[in-house]
């Protein structure tokens, strides 16, 4: 049998659709999923970009005595606890960010990876005796899920003081 030029047409598009139309939802879901991925990446860097610019901050303000372990035996000014305030108002915005923008109740790996570096920053501003004292004010008309979230790790970094004291 002779096929004419219009029925070689016709079954090239019947392949095409068979074969081609799935390939199509495959390569754009995959697109989706990646530019995804993307964006989630692109969030946390503009967000740990955003905290190494508060540690930039804090080291600029080092008489506050922020990223020091041991407890510092004089008193601070009334100058400097407006500065340690100011400061934390600052990290707590930072974290509450991270808070809506990554954190989720299922995490995929990836996310829950992205996440746990910031669970483990607010671990670490939470074991500070002076952090933990402000904190009720600091998350003080914050989202509530995230004030409840930062208030836990705070109760459990509290519970195993004196780790870091100050």
């Known amino acids: 049998m002779d096929w004419t030029s219009l029925e070689w047409l016709e079954a090239a598009s019947y392949i095409i659709t068979i074969v081609g139309l799935p390939f199509a939802i495959v390569v754009f879901l995959y697109e989706q999923r990646r530019e995804r991925q993307n964006e989630e990446e692109e969030i946390y860097q503009r967000l740990s970009d955003e905290y190494a610019e508060f540690l930039k901050t804090v080291l600029q303000h080092a008489d506050l005595g922020l990223m020091s ?3 510092d035996e004089k008193p601070l000014t009334h100058e400097q606890q407006e500065r340690r305030a100011v400061l934390f108002e600052l ?5 509450e960010r991270a808070y ?5 109740e299922n995490m995929k790996r990836q996310t829950q990876r992205m996440w746990m570096s910031w669970e483990d ?4 501003w939470c074991r500070r005796q002076d952090f933990r004292k402000l904190l009720p004010g600091l ?5 509530p899920d995230f004030g409840a979230h930062i208030s836990r790790i ?10 870091r004291t100050t």
């Open 121 to 124: 920053y607010m671990r670490y």
């Open 154 to 163: 705070a109760a459990e970094e509290a519970a195993h003081a004196p780790r």
């Open 100 to 104: 809506l923008l990554v954190y989720e």
């Open 139 to 143: 998350i003080e008309g914050e989202d």
């Open 91 to 95: 990290l707590i915005s930072i974290f």
């Open 69 to 71: 372990d041991a407890i």
